[in-house]
T-cell receptor
């Protein structure tokens, strides 16, 4: 079935780069997403990548997609304390588009 | 441009009661999806509506239902509330099957 896995926790120092990893099982995924959730808030769409792309860069964010290994990563350059949040990886499942399959979320802690 | 609006933001209900949550999508968006977020199960897909029709449904009991109106606003209803229904309910809006899916701030439901 469709499944998305993420590591649960990452701690970095302010100014360092953060890399959050995600693996997925659905080889028919069309889009893959990264969302950010701050305490008490909804989900903020950070970026997404189409499945035929290898990389996408958007300011401090770089998304890498290895479709062969079904591995997605999000790199945040020059991580700031304001980046502390939970980051969710998600895919559009193949069985029915419109339904997002989410990972468990990675809590990013940024230490000053 | 206004974002996705969910009302109310917080609700406290008693077991056995029913509840209705509302979601107004971004202007021009015709697809609305609902998700339940709990610490134990993470983010799970409830259902998706497009042009007043339910297009997709997740694996939830029949106590969970929804509908969409001609102006694309959507409501979800949970009847005979159980303690386990306590969760953050998130709504996402999109144009149609395009990649961009934007979430509201959510409704925090507490069942006591």
């Amino acid at each position: 079935g469709e499944d998305v896995e993420q590591s649960l926790f990452l701690s970095v120092r302010e100014g360092d780069s953060s890399v959050i990893n995600c693996t997925y099982t659905d080889s028919s995924s069309t889009y893959l997403y990264w969302y950010k959730q701050e305490p008490g808030a909804g989900l903020q769409l950070l970026t997404y990548i189409f499945s035929n792309m290898d990389m996408k860069q958007d300011q401090r964010l770089t998304v890498l997609l290895n479709k062969k290994d079904k591995h997605l990563s999000l790199r945040i350059a020059d991580t700031q304390t304001g980046d502390s949040a939970i980051y969710f990886c998600a895919e559009i499942g193949s069985s029915n588009t419109g339904k997002l399959i989410f990972g468990q979320g990675t809590t990013l802690q940024v230490k000053p | 441009k206004a974002g996705v609006t969910q009302t109310p933001r917080y609700l406290i209900k008693t077991r056995g009661q029913q509840v209705t949550l509302s979601c107004s999508p971004i202007s021009g968006h015709r697809s609305v999806s609902w998700y339940q977020q709990t610490p134990g199960q993470g983010l799970q897909f409830l259902f998706e509506y497009f042009s007043e029709t339910q297009r997709n449904k997740g694996n939830f009991p029949g106590r969970f239902s929804g509908r969409q109106f001609s102006n694309s606003r959507s409501e979800m209803n949970v009847s005979t509330l159980e303690l386990g229904d306590s969760a953050l309910y998130l709504c996402a809006s999109s144009l149609d099957l395009g990649p961009l899916r934007f979430f509201g701030q959510g409704t925090r439901l507490t069942v006591v």
